[in-house]
């Protein structure tokens, strides 16, 4: 089942103890204007097994308290190593994630129980190698992603649920159909049990396509304008709380890669009655090699090769050919294999002890 791994379970552990129970655009790449196909514009994803890319994060906000009209900043820098493990249970591929190079500024309310200091440091142990497996349809499509765990403090919850938002900048779901420039579709989203415990998420994500280009690595680049409404309701046992969420991004997408190269947008969230939170993100993806995986999809599973002939075997001991095997012909030699039992020594060693007894008798005879 996927889940946050160890990482995050063993920071949360540190969290108790330290007391936290067109054309280019100028800042963009270089980019020409290219003609799009007649047969039209089609997006798709590399997914193989093994298949991996590599994410740069720069996500900075501004959080306006609802009440006091007080605003504060912080900002949150990472990297992000996707692998392709294969199949999911229940549909779609599965996806892990593994976080590196936490850089976190933060801020936090007036009153809070505990330091900034302490704050930073366990939250940026509890980032850094955090591993998340999240599940993705073959059209992009986000199909599951891990729930934190109600047990998670507020403030660490905020900035989690900050860095798995970033799964899903990952990919963007994309007709199956090839696209004319200026078409657009539309995707619904919907996770979660309306009205059970834990998060209901609904919205609708509006996608543009906005040009055809080539970019300086000569890959075939199409730019989609991206909108999204999104409402959240998080159900707990002493009640119901709703989240509503707005956005505009840019996504540059790589049809001649089949992956998403980055997104650049904006996100109003509204907590309702607390705080409206202004975002500003930048994700940066490049497509990796692909490794080899085990049989069962997942490359945290290698097989054990014991046999030094085998050919994919890595180890010190050298191969021994059949061919160059000594025969070994005494059945007593621990090494031997065949039909012949072993007659112990002690048997053999028996008789000659008597033999040379009888001898030494005969001599004192003689003597006497």
């Given at each position: 089942?996927?889940?946050l791994?160890?990482?995050?379970?063993?920071?949360?552990?540190?969290?108790?103890?330290?007391g936290?129970?067109?054309?280019?655009?100028?800042?963009g790449?270089?980019?020409?204007?290219?003609?799009?196909?007649?047969?039209?514009?089609?997006?798709?994803?590399?997914?193989?097994?093994?298949?991996?890319?590599a994410?740069?994060?720069r996500?900075?906000?501004?959080?306006?308290?609802?009440?006091?009209?007080?605003?504060?900043?912080?900002?949150?820098?990472?990297?992000?190593?996707?692998?392709?493990?294969?199949?999911?249970?229940?549909?779609?591929?599965?996806?892990?994630?593994?976080?590196?190079?936490?850089?976190?500024k933060?801020?936090?309310?007036?009153g809070?129980?505990f330091?900034?200091n302490?704050?930073?440091?366990?939250?940026?142990?509890?980032?850094?190698?955090?591993?998340?497996?999240?599940?993705?349809?073959?059209?992009?499509?986000?199909?599951?992603?891990?729930?934190?765990?109600?047990?998670?403090?507020?403030?660490?919850?905020?900035?989690?649920?900050?860095?798995?938002?970033?799964?899903?900048?990952?990919?963007?779901?994309?007709?199956?159909?090839?696209?004319?420039?200026?078409?657009?579709?539309?995707?619904?989203k919907?996770?979660?049990?309306?009205?059970?415990?834990?998060?209901?998420?609904?919205?609708?994500?509006n996608?543009?396509?906005?040009?055809?280009?080539?970019n300086?690595?000569?890959?075939?680049?199409?730019?989609?304008?991206?909108?999204?409404?999104?409402?959240?309701?998080?159900?707990?046992?002493?009640?119901?709380?709703e989240?509503?969420?707005?956005?505009?991004?840019?996504?540059l997408?790589?049809?001649?890669?089949?992956?998403?190269?980055?997104?650049?947008g904006e996100?109003?969230?509204?907590?309702t009655?607390?705080?409206?939170?202004?975002?500003?993100?930048?994700?940066?993806?490049?497509?990796g090699?692909r490794?080899?995986?085990?049989p069962?999809?997942?490359?945290?599973?290698?097989q054990s090769?014991?046999?030094?002939c085998?050919?994919?075997?890595?180890g010190?001991?050298?191969?021994?050919?059949?061919?160059?095997?000594?025969?070994?012909?005494d059945?007593c030699?621990?090494?031997?294999?065949?039909p012949?039992?072993?007659?112990p020594?002690?048997e053999?060693?028996?008789?000659?002890?008597?033999?040379?007894?009888?001898?030494?008798?005969?001599?004192?005879?003689?003597?006497?």
């Amino acid at each position: 089942m996927s889940r946050l791994v160890r990482p995050l379970r063993a920071a949360l552990v540190a969290l108790a103890l330290a007391g936290i129970a067109g054309g280019a655009c100028s800042s963009g790449p270089k980019m020409t204007k290219i003609e799009a196909p007649a047969e039209g514009i089609r997006l798709s994803y590399d997914l193989q097994a093994g298949q991996t890319y590599a994410g740069h994060v720069r996500r900075s906000e501004t959080v306006r308290d609802a009440l006091s009209g007080s605003s504060m900043t912080r900002s949150l820098a990472f990297d992000v190593d996707l692998t392709v493990a294969g199949p999911a249970e229940g549909g779609g591929n599965k996806v892990i994630a593994r976080f590196k190079n936490i850089d976190l500024k933060w801020s936090l309310p007036a009153g809070t129980p505990f330091s900034l200091n302490e704050f930073t440091q366990s939250a940026t142990a509890a980032l850094q190698g955090l591993e998340v497996d999240f599940h993705v349809g073959n059209d992009g499509k986000v199909l599951y992603r891990p729930p934190i765990p109600d047990s998670i403090p507020m403030e660490l919850r905020i900035v989690l649920t900050g860095v798995l938002d970033v799964l899903e900048t990952a990919f963007l779901t994309v007709p199956e159909r090839p696209l004319k420039i200026g078409e657009t579709w539309d995707d619904e989203k919907k996770r979660g049990r309306e009205g059970k415990l834990g998060v209901y998420t609904t919205g609708t994500v509006n996608t543009k396509v906005a040009g055809f280009f080539r970019n300086e690595q000569e890959e075939e680049i199409a730019k989609l304008e991206i909108t999204e409404k999104e409402r959240s309701v998080t159900t707990t046992k002493e009640g119901s709380h709703e989240n509503k969420k707005e956005s505009k991004a840019t996504s540059l997408f790589s049809t001649s890669g089949s992956y998403l190269v980055s997104t650049k947008g904006e996100i109003t969230e509204f907590d309702t009655g607390n705080s409206t939170t202004f975002i500003k993100i930048n994700v940066d993806w490049t497509k990796g090699e692909r490794l080899a995986v085990s049989p069962a999809g997942d490359d945290r599973q290698v097989q054990s090769i014991n046999d030094p002939c085998d050919p994919d075997y890595v180890g010190a001991e050298d191969c021994v050919a059949a061919d160059e095997v000594q025969s070994i012909s005494d059945p007593c030699d621990p090494d031997y294999v065949g039909p012949d039992d072993c007659t112990p020594a002690a048997e053999g060693e028996s008789g000659a002890a008597e033999g040379e007894a009888g001898a030494e008798g005969e001599a004192a005879s003689a003597a006497d």
